[in-house]
């Protein structure tokens, strides 16, 4: 069973923030948050991951709480191509063969 | 560079026929994994394999074999092809490095129809 809850849907307008949430109240302290997204009828595509402190690269910024027990995912100037599933996906640091168990995700759409 | 790769993109069987999906990487992985999407749903791992020569189920391995022969080539095999298995189905690897957990790259995807 996947270990996060997510908002089925959200919206967004085109440049401005997106922000999207996901609760993991029963992470561990080893294991990290990672976030996916798939675009229509694509793979899934690795966006982020973090432990504890607070991540960004050239895609998104990635916020933990400092329980640990949510985080926000953040793309700072939403484009209409950022129209997405995204998964937020808990996996323990000493994941044996690296299985992603994915859940239902949240379905961003970023409009006009 | 090439990344993942799926052969065919798509196929159509009817009901007991069986056939063989490749998945191919070009990146040195370690890790292979084939994965199944149904409408609306998330990603369900079948089996995955943690190197050359071994696999492991993974939550819905029923019905479906596989096998690493080479590290580059993840096959999936349906022997006896069901409706229930209509799905669009991913294969993915990741190069783990030290114990960390490293991230999954995915193939396109080959979209199955069993009528």
């Known amino acids: 069973d996947a270990k996060t809850t997510q908002p089925p849907s959200m919206d967004c307008a085109e440049g401005r923030a997106a922000n999207l949430p996901c609760n993991h109240s029963?992470?561990?302290?080893?294991?990290?948050v990672y976030w996916y997204r798939q675009i229509h009828s694509q793979g899934p595509q690795y966006i982020i991951h973090?432990?504890?402190n607070n991540e960004t690269n050239e895609m998104a910024s990635l916020i933990i709480t400092e329980d640990r027990k949510s985080s926000t995912l953040i793309l700072p100037h939403a484009t209409l191509r950022d129209t997405a599933v995204y998964y937020c996906?808990?996996?323990?640091?000493?994941?044996?063969?690296?299985?992603?168990?994915f859940g239902q995700g949240t379905e961003l759409s970023v409009k006009p | 560079n090439a990344g993942v790769t799926q052969t065919p993109k798509f196929r159509v069987l009817k009901t007991g026929q069986s056939m063989t999906l490749l998945c191919a990487q070009d990146?040195?992985?370690?890790?292979m994994y084939w994965y199944r999407q149904d409408p609306g749903m998330g990603l369900r791992l079948i089996h995955y394999?943690?190197?050359?020569?071994?696999?492991a189920k993974g939550e819905v391995p029923d019905g479906y074999n596989v096998s690493r022969l080479k590290k580059q080539n993840f096959l999936l095999g349906l022997e006896s092809a069901a409706p229930s298995q209509t799905s669009v189905y991913f294969c993915?690897?990741?190069?783990?490095?030290?114990?960390?957990?490293?991230?999954?790259?995915f193939g396109p995807g080959t979209r199955l129809t069993v009528l």
């Open positions: 394999s943690v190197g050359e020569g071994t696999t």
């Open positions: 996906i808990v996996i323990p640091r000493d994941n044996q063969g690296g299985k992603l168990i």
């Open positions: 993915a690897s990741s190069y783990l490095s030290g114990g960390a957990i490293d991230t999954q790259y």
């Open positions: 973090g432990l504890k």
């Open positions: 990146m040195n992985h370690e890790y």
């Open positions: 029963t992470i561990s302290g080893n294991e990290y």
